[in-house]
């Protein structure tokens, strides 16, 4: 294609196409300095004149030589659009001949399962490799040693990367990235010399990595990882310096790979030193906070041997402890003196708390939705008032729990023109307050399941919340409508109203023959105690019909009690809850005490109180222990002795006591052998979780449990329709086995294989449970 100035109007239409690359070559030159009257450019397929003459050293009038011609030149090959170049005068019009490279028409990456697609794609484009750029063969050549580097740092030292490079019509290429991955090196020895104080086998402790073992399989220990070893010799410094030796050093570190490049060896060389104690603890600066309030916060002790996690842990309290008080911009600095001779280190933590700062503004960003109010109600850091970075934590917290937010940051940037003024602002990204769901699943307690619900969690932006459910199974049909303000007053009380009517057929649940209706309405209130803790009242009105067939204990309640109630119940309860989340928690704690009543004048008299607990307990980043109890006792009073028995608690199940079959466990009438529950419940569980070993995002919707489940339930009273009556703790029953848990898109995924330790005669054991829907 011919192109020149006086043209360019025309071939400006063109598209534009960028790349990258500098390429330089040996320049010729003019035999004679020329006036240039026009620019002509030769062979543009893609490339637009006018990105040509963007990068010209040269215009029209411009006088051109040797020295401009070479300029010419080295400016187009660095634009990397072009094989080649060439600079010709044809009488006075400047003459420039190109070869355009080809354009990547195509990338395909094939063989790749370490290195997600996406993300490989994404970076090639950062370097220059993308469909539509220029290609550059040195830019291919690059990669292929990167990815090579890449794998070598995950130990497939066995990779093999080829790429071929297609041309097509159109001056285009096709790019196939083919990668062969083998297999992972595993660890066969790891070796530790130049250790005298600790043994081999001690030191190794402290590394993740290890040869094969019976748990490899899930922990991967065994396969060699460059970043895991960096992060297995951190642990190591770690151990040392957490005892005082703080002259140690890793001399090197050798890998080495066996010929068929299956097998790693890693040998570490260490010089230990020798331990050092505290011989004393100093505070230098100016911490403006008494210093009786700063040294009961650092962990060393003098005479102890030193150790920088202790240290570490000191400088961060006082630093949490100096942010609290409205010190925002305090620096903690260790300084240890060490003595040689004696072997004793003097440490000195300088502190320089600067100057007191108040919080001048709180700004809210990015909640387009919801109302600021909403927002700064959950604030616990006020206007005006000092700076608290407890204070600032804490509402971060509250305003993460509210669910109304994928993410939330908080800064605090100094006042430009003002050393003691900070404004906090809170930025945060909505998701969907809104919610509309329909789902079918599965439970073996209930069937099939049907379900629909309308949620609005965050009702046009107040905060409010309203919600429509049905739920319906063979075992049961539900239908609710709920409403909650969390503010109904500015103190954070709450108020909730509830409508429902539920039809239980507990032939269909647990084999027994009887039905009721229930329809319910009520009110509840909520008052905040801690940040952590709430106590809440509840008043319900209930209306029960009841209908019994052959079950002789459900016609003799019929005959003591008649068929349909009219119930007032109040409700207190007391509930406590620092889990970091409500799904798959690591740590933390939920403990709910409850108690609720149905009122003097109501028809059926009776009352149930209980208590649950969990408790969550991080053993490592990946392991979780998990504990549970959850008891409850319900008697009649007034007219009726006793707790009416389709109030009763039920166990066994896959939410109770894995291992026999659902409402199973406890006493049974007589004659039909139907389970009827207990007015007393006792159920508990151990648990080892832990994230299954898939990788990626998904690790984070699947989880692997241990078990230990306990529990029952009794009848405390006299009855000669039920059998067994009285309570025994004798009568416990016990399983342990495994779990699997799914977070699908579409619910949840409970599996169970559970083994009954001490099955009676007469128990109904269900070894492998599952369930699939809303229910789990």
Same mark, same amino acid.
Do not use: C
């Given at each position: 294609?011919?192109?020149?100035?006086?043209?360019?109007?025309?071939?400006?239409?063109?598209?534009?196409?960028?790349?990258v690359?500098?390429?330089?070559?040996?320049?010729?030159?003019?035999?004679?300095?020329?006036?240039?009257?026009?620019?002509r450019?030769?062979?543009?397929?893609?490339?637009a004149?006018?990105?040509?003459?963007?990068?010209?050293?040269?215009?029209?009038?411009?006088?051109?030589?040797?020295?401009?011609?070479?300029?010419?030149i080295?400016s187009?090959?660095?634009?990397?659009?072009f094989?080649?170049?060439?600079?010709? &005068?044809?009488?006075?019009?400047?003459? @420039?001949?190109?070869?355009?490279?080809?354009? *990547?028409a195509? +990338?395909? #990456?094939? !063989? %790749?399962?370490?290195?997600?697609?996406?993300?490989?794609?994404?970076?090639?484009?950062?370097?220059?490799?993308?469909?539509?750029?220029?290609?550059?063969?040195?830019?291919?050549?690059?990669?292929?040693?990167?990815?090579?580097?890449?794998?070598?740092a995950?130990g497939?030292?066995?990779?093999?990367?080829?790429?071929?490079?297609?041309?097509?019509?159109r001056? &285009?290429?096709?790019?196939?990235?083919? @990668?062969?991955?083998g297999?992972?090196?595993? *660890?066969?020895? +790891?070796? #530790?010399? !130049? %250790?005298?104080?600790?043994?081999?086998?001690?030191?190794?402790?402290?590394?993740?990595?290890?040869?094969?073992?019976?748990?490899?399989?899930?922990s991967?220990?065994?396969?060699?990882?460059?970043?895991?070893?960096?992060?297995?010799?951190?642990?190591l410094?770690?151990?040392?310096?957490?005892?005082?030796?703080?002259?140690?050093?890793?001399?090197?570190?050798?890998?080495?790979?066996?010929?068929?490049?299956?097998?790693?060896y890693?040998?570490?060389? *260490?010089?230990?030193?020798e331990?050092?104690?505290?011989?004393?603890?100093?505070?230098?600066?100016?911490?403006?906070?008494?210093?009786?309030?700063?040294?009961?916060?650092?962990?060393?002790?003098?005479?102890?041997?030193?150790?920088?996690?202790?240290?570490?842990e000191?400088?961060?309290?006082?630093?949490?402890?100096?942010g609290?008080?409205?010190?925002?911009?305090?620096?903690?600095?260790?300084?240890?003196?060490?003595?040689?001779?004696?072997?004793?280190?003097?440490?000195?933590?300088f502190?320089?708390?600067?100057?007191?700062?108040?919080?001048?503004?709180?700004?809210?960003?990015?909640?387009?939705?919801?109302?600021d109010?909403v927002?700064?109600?959950?604030?616990?850091?006020?206007?005006t008032?000092?700076?608290?970075?407890?204070?600032?934590?804490?509402?971060?917290?509250?305003?993460?729990?509210?669910?109304?937010?994928?993410?939330?940051?908080?800064?605090?940037?100094?006042?430009p023109?003002?050393?003691?003024?900070?404004?906090?602002?809170?930025t945060v990204?909505?998701?969907?307050?809104?919610?509309l769901?329909?789902?079918?699943?599965?439970?073996?307690?209930?069937?099939?399941?049907?379900?629909?619900?309308?949620?609005?969690?965050?009702?046009?932006?107040?905060?409010?919340?309203?919600?429509?459910?049905?739920?319906?199974?063979?075992?049961?049909?539900?239908?609710?409508?709920g409403?909650?303000?969390?503010?109904?007053?500015?103190d954070?009380?709450?108020?909730?109203?509830?409508?429902?009517?539920?039809?239980?057929?507990?032939?269909?649940?647990?084999?027994?023959?009887?039905?009721?209706?229930?329809g319910?309405?009520?009110?509840?209130?909520?008052?905040?105690?801690?940040?952590?803790?709430?106590?809440?009242?509840?008043?319900?009105?209930?209306?029960?019909?009841f209908?019994?067939?052959?079950?002789?204990?459900?016609?003799?309640?019929?005959?003591?009690?008649?068929?349909?109630?009219?119930?007032?119940?109040?409700?207190?309860?007391?509930?406590?809850?620092?889990?970091?989340?409500?799904?798959?928690?690591?740590?933390?704690?939920?403990?709910?005490?409850?108690?609720?009543?149905?009122?003097?004048?109501?028809?059926?008299?009776y009352?149930?109180?209980?208590?649950?607990?969990?408790?969550?307990?991080?053993?490592?980043s990946?392991?979780?222990?998990?504990?549970?109890?959850?008891?409850?006792?319900?008697?009649?009073?007034?007219?009726?002795?006793?707790?009416?028995?389709?109030?009763?608690?039920?166990?066994?199940?896959?939410?109770?006591?894995?291992?026999?079959?659902?409402?199973?466990?406890?006493?049974?009438?007589?004659?039909?052998?139907?389970?009827?529950?207990?007015?007393?419940?006792?159920?508990?569980?151990?648990?080892?979780?832990?994230?299954?070993?898939?990788?990626?995002?998904?690790?984070?919707?699947?989880?692997?449990?241990?078990?230990?489940?306990?529990?029952?339930?009794?009848?405390?009273?006299?009855?000669?329709?039920?059998?067994?009556?009285?309570?025994?703790?004798?009568?416990?029953?016990?399983?342990?086995?495994?779990s699997?848990?799914?977070?699908?898109?579409?619910?949840?995924?409970?599996?169970?294989?559970?083994?009954?330790?001490?099955?009676?005669?007469?128990?109904?054991?269900?070894?492998?449970?599952?369930?699939?829907?809303?229910?789990?």
């Amino acid at each position: 294609m011919r192109v020149t100035i006086r043209n360019l109007a025309s071939g400006a239409q063109r598209a534009l196409l960028l790349a990258v690359l500098l390429v330089f070559v040996q320049l010729p030159a003019f035999a004679q300095v020329f006036q240039v009257s026009d620019i002509r450019v030769e062979g543009l397929q893609r490339i637009a004149p006018g990105t040509v003459f963007n990068y010209l050293p040269v215009q029209i009038g411009d006088t051109v030589g040797e020295d401009v011609t070479g300029g010419i030149i080295r400016s187009l090959y660095r634009t990397g659009f072009f094989d080649d170049v060439r600079v010709e &005068r044809d009488g006075s019009v400047l003459v @420039i001949w190109v070869r355009e490279r080809p354009a *990547i028409a195509e +990338i395909k #990456i094939t !063989g %790749n399962k370490d290195i997600d697609t996406e993300a490989l794609t994404a970076a090639l484009a950062d370097i220059g490799l993308k469909e539509g750029r220029v290609f550059n063969r040195s830019v291919l050549d690059r990669i292929e040693q990167e990815l090579e580097r890449q794998y070598f740092a995950r130990g497939k030292y066995g990779v093999l990367i080829q790429s071929t490079v297609s041309p097509l019509e159109r001056n &285009r290429v096709a790019v196939n990235i083919e @990668i062969t991955e083998g297999l992972t090196a595993r *660890i066969k020895q +790891i070796n #530790i010399i !130049g %250790n005298d104080a600790f043994s081999q086998k001690e030191l190794l402790k402290q590394f993740e990595l290890g040869p094969t073992r019976w748990s490899s399989f899930y922990s991967k220990n065994d396969q060699y990882s460059k970043q895991k070893l960096a992060g297995d010799l951190e642990s190591l410094r770690s151990f040392y310096l957490d005892r005082g030796y703080i002259k140690f050093d890793i001399k090197s570190t050798q890998v080495s790979i066996s010929a068929d490049k299956k097998e790693i060896y890693v040998t570490v060389s *260490i010089e230990e030193g020798e331990p050092f104690r505290v011989s004393d603890i100093k505070l230098a600066g100016d911490p403006s906070v008494p210093a009786e309030k700063l040294f009961p916060l650092i962990q060393l002790r003098r005479g102890e041997y030193f150790s920088r996690k202790a240290t570490t842990e000191s400088a961060e309290r006082i630093s949490s402890l100096l942010g609290d008080e409205g010190y925002a911009f305090a620096n903690v600095n260790t300084v240890p003196e060490i003595d040689e001779a004696a072997k004793e280190v003097t440490v000195t933590f300088f502190v320089d708390a600067g100057k007191r700062v108040y919080v001048r503004r709180v700004n809210m960003k990015g909640n387009t939705r919801t109302r600021d109010e909403v927002l700064r109600r959950e604030m616990r850091q006020l206007e005006t008032a000092w700076f608290s970075a407890d204070l600032v934590r804490k509402s971060r917290e509250r305003l993460q729990r509210l669910g109304y937010f994928e993410d939330v940051t908080i800064e605090t940037p100094a006042v430009p023109g003002s050393a003691d003024q900070v404004d906090v602002d809170v930025t945060v990204k909505e998701k969907p307050a809104g919610n509309l769901a329909a789902g079918i699943g599965f439970s073996q307690s209930q069937g099939i399941l049907l379900n629909a619900s309308v949620t609005q969690k965050n009702f046009l932006g107040t905060g409010k919340r309203v919600s429509l459910a049905f739920n319906t199974s063979t075992a049961t049909r539900l239908y609710q409508l709920g409403y909650n303000n969390p503010y109904y007053t500015v103190d954070g009380i709450s108020r909730g109203f509830d409508l429902s009517y539920r039809e239980t057929d507990f032939d269909e649940l647990i084999g027994a023959d009887y039905s009721t209706d229930v329809g319910l309405a009520g009110m509840t209130f909520g008052l905040p105690i801690t940040d952590t803790s709430r106590a809440g009242l509840g008043f319900r009105y209930q209306y029960t019909d009841f209908t019994a067939g052959e079950s002789g204990i459900a016609q003799q309640f019929v005959e003591d009690n008649g068929n349909t109630f009219h119930d007032l119940l109040i409700s207190a309860s007391y509930t406590s809850d620092t889990r970091d989340t409500a799904i798959f928690p690591t740590s933390g704690g939920l403990r709910v005490a409850r108690a609720e009543i149905a009122v003097p004048g109501s028809d059926l008299q009776y009352y149930r109180v209980g208590f649950e607990e969990q408790r969550f307990i991080p053993l490592t980043s990946r392991f979780v222990f998990a504990m549970t109890a959850d008891v409850g006792y319900g008697d009649g009073y007034g007219d009726i002795d006793y707790l009416p028995f389709f109030e009763n608690y039920y166990a066994g199940g896959p939410r109770s006591v894995r291992g026999w079959v659902a409402n199973s466990l406890g006493p049974r009438e007589i004659d039909t052998d139907d389970p009827v529950g207990g007015n007393l419940k006792l159920v508990g569980s151990l648990e080892l979780f832990a994230p299954a070993p898939v990788g990626g995002e998904f690790e984070k919707t699947l989880r692997l449990g241990a078990f230990f489940d306990f529990g029952n339930v009794w009848s405390t009273y006299d009855s000669d329709l039920l059998a067994p009556t009285g309570f025994d703790i004798g009568d416990l029953r016990y399983s342990t086995g495994l779990s699997v848990t799914w977070l699908s898109p579409v619910g949840a995924l409970s599996l169970s294989l559970a083994f009954p330790l001490n099955e009676q005669d007469g128990d109904d054991a269900q070894v492998f449970q599952f369930g699939f829907g809303q229910t789990f």
